[in-house]
């Protein structure tokens, strides 16, 4: 959480840093601020909320004027969203921007209270770059080298000392940052889309590193002072993939790339018709000789586990444990050596995932993550990592990178049933190339949409409502229930639709809508019976189904009909009413749907 930009070059920093934020709100947008070097002194401009907020303050009161500077976009941790809890933080010497969390702040703030400083903010941040200000003496590496072995926690730290005016410095540990080459000009940003405008060269900061950023170079040292080589970097997509290209918001963009992106992630790992993980470095012997395969995430990733187990339990005939990272991570897992974990990460920065990771190698288990942004930290510490090529991700609320991590598990069963012998050549085939159709069946389901927006004016006044489902259905309706309560803010929960009666019914009325899932043949009877139950206790009912499928008109208020592909690759189309759905919904209730409150984009904090 959180997004930290830096400039150093010929250009009004000012204009930079506020560009690069807007690429980074997604990451938080409780408040924002910079810190410009001007007439050769710190100038600090915050204010709470939308990075608008700032830019109208400055346009009304002062811009600072400069060409070396720093900046931030929030997302509250320690302290309420106000212009006072705002980074950049320090004092006339030091300036700092910070993403992250310092866990032993309140240590170091009592050790600084009591050489007599004085804090404003209720910040861990505040206790960093009061901290540098303490130790400094006169050299910046040195000093952000020694206040680095006296925090704990999790920073991606974007620093200014008001003696070195053409110089900006970094420094990382658990929270991801990049440094952007330019031409004469360097930067640095939490994330590749902050820069793209300037450059597509960058350097990733390791783990303990730190930066010394000029206009003409970029300098990398260890916490031993020891000078760090870098490989340059080159992000293969533009500024366009991160912008709207025409749609009225990101997510519905991002809703239409995907046939495009799951194209993009399955061909390079299907090899003369069969599924061929041996790109990344998985091989058929591999996957088959692992005891039990975890996997781990968070959210929308780990709802792309679930359909991840359903799909390998039922091909691969191979037990599959999921679970939410932070809570595995905290329950003494029974991982060994001889076992497999997965972690599915869009941003490859999730703490909890991570952790799980971490966790999962100390326990000399074998990982592969799956992972949407290059480079990010799961992706560099797991043993193998599968790369989704979904492209920036821009939206809060995930949908194309849920496709294709979809379409990895698919993948994924495939090879490990035809490794284990569990399915023959010929069905391997065939299946494979069944998720090779994927992308034009969802070209398909798109035509619904309409469909989609008028679903969504019936549900946009419901204060609750119930996704249910069995099996895949099931897997599918956690994922839609948690698309549309993060973004229209109505409260809903997905159930296993034969579990509805154990308690659940009781809230069923006439005011509470329904979405029933019911994509799978052999459940199809099942979730009807459970369908006539809510009916006839007056919910209005929305069922998704194949368009194949016959059942009939009065067995739901509306039919959402779904083009049809092998039952067990019905989540793929059936998650693009689901998505429509929810986005429908949220524009017609007037939320901001690219930027749901309370939430960011990258969960850098546990
Ligand atoms: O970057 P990750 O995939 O690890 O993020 C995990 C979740 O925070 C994420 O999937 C979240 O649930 C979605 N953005 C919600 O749409």
Not at 226 to 246: M, R, T, V
Request: hydrophobic residues 40%; glycine residues 8%; contains cysteine.
């Amino acid at each position: 959480m959180c997004g930290i930009v830096g400039y150093v070059g010929p250009k009004d920093c000012t204009e930079v840093l506020i560009s690069a934020l807007s690429k980074l709100e997604y990451r938080g947008y409780d408040s924002a601020g910079i810190a410009v070097f001007e007439n050769g002194q710190i100038s600090v401009e915050k204010a709470k909320g939308r990075l608008k907020n700032l830019e109208e303050k400055m346009e009304k009161g002062h811009r600072p004027k400069g060409h070396v500077g720093i900046g931030h976009t929030r997302w509250a941790t320690h302290g309420e969203p106000s212009d006072i809890n705002s980074h950049p933080h320090g004092n006339k010497r030091v300036s700092i921007v910070h993403n992250g969390i310092i866990e032993n702040y309140i240590k170091i703030k009592n050790f600084l209270v009591d050489k007599g400083y004085e804090f404003v903010s209720e910040t861990d941040t505040e206790t960093v770059a009061k901290l540098l200000d303490f130790y400094y003496e006169g050299n910046p590496v040195e000093t952000i080298t020694r206040v680095l072995g006296e925090i704990e926690g999790s920073y991606a730290l974007g620093i200014m000392f008001s003696e070195y005016p053409d110089t900006i410095y970094a420094a990382r540990k658990d929270s991801p940052l990049i440094i952007g080459v330019g031409e004469g000009e360097n930067f640095i940003a939490s994330d590749v889309p902050a820069i793209l405008k300037y450059t597509r060269h960058y350097y990733l900061l390791e783990q303990n590193e730190i930066a010394v950023i000029t206009k003409d170079s970029v300098e990398i040292k260890g916490l031993h002072g020891e000078k760090i080589e870098k490989e340059l970097q080159y992000a293969g997509w533009d500024e366009e993939a991160a912008e709207k290209g025409g749609y009225e918001h990101f997510m519905l963009k991002e809703i239409h790339e995907q046939p495009a992106v799951i194209k993009r992630t399955i061909l390079p790992r299907i090899m003369d018709g069969m599924p061929f993980l041996e790109e990344c470095g998985i091989t058929s012997e591999m996957l088959k000789s692992f005891r039990k395969i975890y996997i781990v995430a968070c959210g929308t990733a780990m709802h792309a586990g679930l359909v991840g187990k359903y799909v390998i339990e039922r091909i691969a005939e191979t037990e599959v444990i999921v679970d939410i990272a932070s809570e595995f991570r905290y329950r003494n897992p029974l991982i060994g050596k001889e076992d497999l974990v997965m972690l599915i990460s869009q941003s490859g920065e999730t703490a909890d995932t991570k952790a799980v990771l971490r966790l999962a190698k100390e326990k000399q288990a074998t990982t592969i993550s799956v992972v949407n942004v290059k480079g990010s930290s799961i992706a560099r510490e797991s043993d193998f990592v599968i790369y989704t090529h979904a492209g920036p991700e821009i939206s809060v609320a995930s949908t194309k990178a849920y496709s294709v991590q979809l379409s990895i598990m698919y993948l994924f069963a495939f090879q490990l049933a035809y490794a284990k012998g569990i399915i023959d050549e010929k069905r391997c085939r065939e299946l494979t190339l069944e998720l090779q159709e994927i992308p034009d069946i969802i070209e398909k389901a798109l035509e619904i949409e309409e469909k989609c927006q008028f679903i969504g004016s019936r549900l946009m006044n419901a204060d609750s409502l119930l996704y249910i489902g069995r099996g895949l259905d099931y897997a599918l309706s956690m994922e839609g229930s948690l698309k549309l309560k993060e973004i229209s803010y109505i409260h809903s929960e997905a159930y296993a639709a034969g579990e509805l009666k154990h308690g659940t019914i009781s809230l069923v009325t006439d005011e509470m809508p329904v979405i029933a899932v019911a994509t799978q043949d052999d459940l199809l009877e099942k979730t009807i019976s459970n369908i006539k139950e809510v009916k006839a206790r007056g919910a209005l009912v929305i069922l998704i189904c194949k368009e194949t499928t016959d059942v009939s008109h009065d067995i739901a208020d509306y039919q959402v009909k779904v083009p049809v592909a092998e039952d067990i690759l019905m989540p793929m189309a059936a998650a693009v009413p689901m998505q429509l759905i929810a986005y429908y919904t949220s524009v017609l209730r007037g939320c901001d749907v690219d930027k749901p409150r309370n939430l960011a984009k990258s969960v850098t904090v546990e």
